[in-house]
């Protein structure tokens, strides 16, 4: 797929934003699901750009940076990975493994930014003792700019190049057995990502209701949006019949009174 001068300039802009996004974490815009579906959009297959951020996303959750311990950079990852996936004709699976070597080479780039950007503070806390509010700006603009070029630059050197012979041969020479185990690879990452998730959340009582998901999704045929309704259901179910969340003792053998302490417990103290 050859990509075009207003699809480059495209993608050159929801780098920038995913870049950005992903050092103000307050709009997530370097979340896979949001970059790859953009990229997708742009690149003309959006559905192939929410399969693969949907992919992303379940590896990235497992994703965050604790104190100053840098995490792998989920934005680089997402659009470059879209890119070669929809531009260079990859498979889902290939585009996943291929990210996880991306997002390192995104972690060194962020960590090799972030290091340069302390010559910014320091100009800032000078302008600061000046009582220069507009250079101050200036330096948060430009460091913040930084950021956004880490992404950019890539993708738009990619996806400039993903449209050539020279890169899809080299695309092409992959033997089907690389690609192959890439996919294997790439599913059994999205696994561990998943498993990562759950292990933190710690919610063992909700376990029930994730098998059952699990065997309603291989034993019927039932789409994303009939299983949606399924679980929007069984949470509603579950919220009402759980003695936690009565407000009174009008609802039932299991509930509490308006104090909070259980209905059955009280009538046992008053007897």
Request: proline letters at 3%; hydrophobic letters at 55%; aromatic letters at 6%.
């Amino acid at each position: 797929m050859e990509i075009g001068t207003i699809q480059i300039i495209l993608v050159f802009l929801v780098a920038c934003v995913a870049g950005m996004g992903s050092i103000l974490d307050e709009f997530q815009t370097h979340q896979p699901l949001i970059a790859c579906t953009l990229i997708g959009l742009v690149l003309g297959d959006i559905s192939q750009g929410v399969m693969i951020g949907a992919s992303l996303q379940l590896i990235a959750l497992g994703w965050m940076n604790i104190g100053a311990a840098v995490a792998p950079d989920t934005a680089l990852a997402s659009i470059i990975s879209t890119i070669l996936v929809i531009g260079g004709g990859q498979s889902i699976g290939a585009g996943i493994a291929l990210a996880i070597p991306l997002a390192a080479a995104g972690q060194v780039l962020t960590i090799l930014v972030r290091t340069i950007t302390v010559g910014f503070q320091h100009a800032a806390d000078k302008a600061a003792d000046r009582g220069d509010l507009n250079a101050i700006s200036r330096l948060h603009l430009t460091a913040l700019l930084l950021q956004a070029m880490r992404i950019a630059i890539p993708a738009v050197i990619v996806a400039y190049s993903v449209g050539t012979d020279t890169i899809k041969n080299l695309l092409d020479s992959i033997p089907d057995v690389v690609t192959g185990g890439l996919a294997v690879a790439g599913g059994m990452i999205v696994v561990v990502g998943y498993a990562m998730v759950i292990n933190m959340m710690q919610a063992n009582y909700l376990m029930p209701f994730f098998f059952f998901g699990f065997v309603v999704a291989a034993f019927t045929q039932f789409n994303l949006i009939a299983l949606g309704v399924i679980g929007a259901f069984l949470a509603i179910i579950f919220i009402q019949l759980h003695p936690k969340y009565y407000k009174d003792g009008n609802n039932g053998g299991g509930g509490a009174t308006a104090n909070g302490a259980p209905a059955n417990d009280l009538d046992d103290e008053l007897d």
